[in-house]
């Protein structure tokens, strides 16, 4: 057993190290998410959470974040 509790410590910079990818992954949609969020963001405006509940697995934060540095005009 102690060998176990070695390797979940030694394994904790690997596991930031896949969070830190699994973050730029995050901004990754398919095409059909990429659609479906035009279109409620045509309807609904920036209500990223009413959004977010038409796409399984996606967090309001993960759309907004990927709208503003997709389709952000302030620059």
């Keep these: 057993m102690a060998e176990s509790e070695f390797s979940s410590s030694e394994d ?3 596991d930031s190290i896949e969070d830190h990818s699994k973050q730029d992954s995050e901004l990754e949609f398919s095409e059909d998410e990429e659609t479906l969020i035009i279109r409620m963001f045509n309807l609904v405006g ?3 959470t009413l959004i977010a509940g038409r796409i399984p697995g996606r967090t309001a934060e993960e759309i ?5 540095t997709r389709y952000s005009t302030s620059q």
């Design 46 to 48: 920036e209500r990223w």
């Design 12 to 14: 904790a910079p690997m």
């Design 64 to 68: 907004e974040k990927y709208w503003n």
